[in-house]
Every structure is written in structure tokens, then in C-alpha cells.
């Protein structure tokens, strides 16, 4: 028997109060094989110097199996491929209260081969899959059999300000909606930045894209409107703009580039700071050193539990009680990268001042827990310093990670 979806409770609690509610959703974007192909489980650790090795697909499907085992997000995306194993024929979101997702289209933007050149031209809209085989596994599916699969997918569309490039992505768009309609289907809306250089002047891209939203959606009656969004974060002035256009518009942010663990832990607390319901990271949970560590440390942020840099600093703690070596000394990790967000992921590299002025980072001392009142054995932040929260959170990833 199937039990209720998180996701599907959050929505109704931020449409119920959208300025008010706290929910934040979180998902793992574990469909990149829709776009990277044998890159996309990232690299093996199991590989000699100067060779690289990627994992398989069987180990990226088990690394899912993991996350929804742990059931801390509250949305898994997949291709309809992966989709088909874990949801259709494993089961495995019958007794979960997360969502199963899939991708819906894949424009020629994220067609990314090595020594391929698709990916840097103008995008074109493309869908492999269809949504039968995403609901039912083949073709023509049978009403009743409509429920098998996923019932939420993710359409992605480019914008290159070009009248008819867009005109096509628009009219695509169209079509899959009323599909979407007549099957009863659900879907999320992934906006892109243009993937052509100067397609608008960069002072004007987050006006760009908020205007595209709004004005591709104002036709758009609420049986085919989307269930939420999954654009690039612009900073705290376009999302707020956005946010209070239409506050039943949930906007969710996109995580890009892997960068450091530092960019992950502010980029999910600023733009829920300023008005982000929904977080969907891919690349940066597939690139960390210990997948369900980072992903119980996005939830501390946006339950308020954690602060970012704290956050950074514990998460080395369980690397360290795992005896996993991290990618970056803890320092390089407290360091923040610009423009992470782009699929090149370069930018420049700022270090973020300590309270004392310092780049570096401050070794905490050894707090004494003691002058932290507690009640019910829960612990009184108001009254605890930044050491004594750090321990805490630290101990506590110790015994759901480091403790066997």
C-alpha cells in the first residue's frame, strides 16, 4: 500500500500560506544520464593515476536506492530508463513518502558528448521519452495501469531570444502540456539560461528569464500550469521579484557545477532566504565524498538547524570519522566560487572572512556542552555558542554516519 508524499504536503501547506510557510522541498536530480551518458555516475575511485574511470550505471541506480532508503529528500528525478527499474518493476516508492520523477524532455542543450559540439549551439526542443513509457513502462498504456510509474516529470526549456528558435520551444511546450492534461500527468518547469553567448546583455538576464516565465505562463490556465519551477538562482533581488509576482508561482533553484561544499550549503540557504521553495541538486550530491552525509546536511539548512559554514565544517567531520578523504582541505572547502551555477562552472574563487577578519578557518575548541540548557533533551540553540552548535551537529552526523 502506497502512503502519502511528502511533496504532495508541502505543496499544500506553502499554497496555504506562501509568505508564512516554512516547507522546503529538496530533491536529488539523479537523472544525468539524460545528458552526461557515461559520465554521469561521475568518477570511480577505483582507478589508476591518469586514467579515468567512471562508476557504472548499476552503481549510480544503487546509489538512488540509498538516497530513498535514507528518506530525507522528498523528490527523486530519473531518466524514464532508471525510472523503469526502480519505480515500475522494484517498487521502491510504494512504502516512501518520496516522489518519483522523471525527465520529460531533453533539449539539445544538455546532449553533452566528449568532443561532442551540440550542446553549444542554439538548443532545439527533443523528448526521448514519451509519458506512457514514463507511466506504464510502453506504449498505449491502459488507464489503470497509468499509475504504475511516475506521475510528476520535468520539462526543460531554452530561451536564446530569437524569434524563431523560441516560437519553437514555445509551441513545443504547448503540446506536452495538453498531453499532460488528457493523461493526467504533472510536471515541474525547468528554465534555463540561453546556452549562446550574448543572447542577452548580462545585466538583463534576470529580468530576462522572470519575464519569460511570467509571460509564457499568463496563457496558461491552472490544469496546465507547472507544480513548481527549477531555474537559475540570479541573487536575491530576481527572486524576490519573482516570488512576489506570483506567490502560488513555487520557485525552486537549480544547482549547476559541483564547486565547493561552501557554494552547495549557501546557495540552498540564501535562496530559500529570499523566498525559494525548492531546491533540486544534482551534480553537487553526486560529485560529494559521502552522498547521504550531504544530503542530510541540505535538510539541517533549510530546517533552520544549521548555518552554512558550521554545516561545511561538520560535514568534513564525518568524512574524517569515515576515513573518506575529502576532495578539499577544509579551508579550500570554506572558499566560495562564483558563477557555480553555469554548466562550466568557473568562475572567480572568493574566501569568506571568519568574524575575526581571517581567511583561514578557526580551529574550534573543545566547548563545554554543559552551559547549553537543554529541555526534553533537545538542545537550546538560543544559548549555545558557535562551538557548542557545531559538536552537536557534528555527534549527531557521527552516529548516523560514522557509528556502525
Known amino acids: 500500500m502506497s502512503v502519502g508524499k511528502s511533496l504532495d504536503h508541502k505543496l499544500a501547506a506553502i499554497h496555504a500560506d506562501p509568505s508564512g510557510c516554512k516547507e522546503f522541498i529538496i530533491a536529488d536530480a539523479k537523472d544525468a544520464d539524460m545528458g552526461f551518458s557515461i559520465g554521469a555516475p561521475g568518477?570511480?575511485?577505483?582507478?589508476?593515476?591518469?586514467?579515468?574511470?567512471?562508476?557504472?550505471?548499476?552503481?549510480?541506480?544503487?546509489?538512488?536506492?540509498?538516497?530513498?532508503?535514507?528518506?530525507?529528500?522528498?523528490?527523486?528525478?530519473?531518466?524514464?530508463?532508471?525510472?523503469?527499474?526502480?519505480?515500475?518493476?522494484?517498487?521502491?516508492?510504494?512504502n516512501s513518502h518520496i516522489t518519483p520523477a522523471a525527465r520529460a524532455n531533453d533539449a539539445t542543450d544538455v546532449h553533452i558528448h566528449r568532443g561532442g559540439r551540440i550542446h553549444t549551439t542554439p538548443a532545439r526542443p527533443f523528448r526521448t521519452a514519451s509519458l506512457d513509457h514514463m507511466q506504464c513502462g510502453h506504449l498505449d498504456c491502459a488507464p489503470e495501469e497509468r499509475s504504475l510509474g511516475v506521475d510528476l516529470g520535468l520539462y526543460s526549456t531554452t530561451f536564446n531570444n530569437q524569434l524563431e528558435l523560441d516560437i519553437d520551444v514555445l509551441n513545443q511546450f504547448?503540446?506536452?502540456?495538453?498531453?499532460?492534461?488528457?493523461?493526467?500527468?504533472?510536471?515541474?518547469?525547468?528554465?534555463?539560461?540561453?546556452?549562446?553567448?550574448?543572447?542577452?546583455?548580462?545585466?538583463?538576464?534576470?529580468?530576462?528569464?522572470?519575464?519569460?516565465?511570467?509571460?509564457?505562463?499568463?496563457?496558461?490556465?491552472?490544469?496546465?500550469?507547472?507544480?513548481?519551477?527549477?531555474?537559475?538562482?540570479?541573487?536575491?533581488?530576481?527572486?524576490?521579484?519573482?516570488?512576489?509576482?506570483?506567490?502560488?508561482?513555487?520557485?525552486?533553484?537549480?544547482?549547476?557545477?559541483?564547486?565547493?561544499?561552501?557554494?552547495?550549503?549557501?546557495?540552498?540557504?540564501?535562496?530559500?532566504?529570499?523566498?525559494?521553495?525548492?531546491?533540486?541538486?544534482?551534480?553537487?550530491?553526486?560529485?560529494?565524498?559521502?552522498?547521504?552525509?550531504?544530503?542530510?546536511?541540505?535538510?539541517?539548512?533549510?530546517?533552520?538547524?544549521?548555518?552554512?559554514?558550521?554545516?561545511?565544517?561538520?560535514?568534513?567531520?564525518?568524512?574524517?570519522?569515515?576515513?573518506?578523504?575529502?576532495?578539499?582541505?577544509?579551508?579550500?572547502?570554506l572558499t566560495l566560487q562564483t558563477n557555480v551555477m553555469s554548466y562550466g562552472g568557473s568562475g572567480t574563487v572568493i574566501s569568506l572572512p571568519s568574524p575575526t577578519g581571517s581567511t583561514k578557518t578557526e580551529p574550534v575548541s573543545e566547548p563545554e556542552l554543559s552551559r547549553a540548557t537543554t529541555t526534553n533533551e533537545s538542545p537550546n540553540f538560543a544559548k549555545m555558542s558557535a562551538g557548542d552548535r557545531l559538536q552537536y551537529h557534528q555527534e549527531r552526523l557521527n552516529r548516523l554516519f560514522g557509528k556502525k
Open 43 to 94: 568518477k570511480s575511485p577505483e582507478r589508476h593515476d591518469g586514467e579515468v574511470r567512471f562508476k557504472t550505471l548499476a552503481q549510480y541506480r544503487q546509489q538512488i536506492r540509498e538516497v530513498i532508503e535514507q528518506g530525507v529528500v522528498d523528490i527523486v528525478l530519473m531518466s524514464a530508463s532508471t525510472s523503469e527499474v526502480l519505480t515500475i518493476q522494484e517498487r521502491l516508492f510504494d
Open 174 to 333: 504547448k503540446e506536452f502540456r495538453e498531453e499532460c492534461e488528457r493523461k493526467q500527468f504533472r510536471y515541474f518547469l525547468e528554465i534555463f539560461d540561453p546556452n549562446v553567448p550574448d543572447a542577452v546583455a548580462p545585466e538583463q538576464l534576470p529580468g530576462f528569464i522572470n519575464d519569460v516565465i511570467a509571460r509564457s505562463l499568463a496563457g496558461v490556465t491552472s490544469a496546465g500550469r507547472p507544480t513548481f519551477l527549477k531555474m537559475v538562482y540570479h541573487g536575491p533581488r530576481a527572486m524576490e521579484e519573482l516570488v512576489r509576482f506570483d506567490p502560488h508561482l513555487v520557485v525552486g533553484i537549480l544547482g549547476g557545477g559541483a564547486g565547493t561544499t561552501l557554494d552547495a550549503f549557501l546557495l540552498i540557504h540564501e535562496a530559500q532566504k529570499y523566498g525559494a521553495k525548492v531546491a533540486l541538486f544534482g551534480r553537487k550530491i553526486n560529485n560529494a565524498e559521502h552522498q547521504l552525509a550531504f544530503i542530510q546536511m541540505l535538510r539541517y539548512i533549510t530546517d533552520g538547524v544549521i548555518e552554512p559554514r558550521e554545516a561545511v565544517q561538520a560535514y568534513h567531520g564525518v568524512l574524517q570519522e569515515l576515513k573518506i578523504t575529502p576532495q578539499r582541505s577544509l579551508e579550500d572547502d
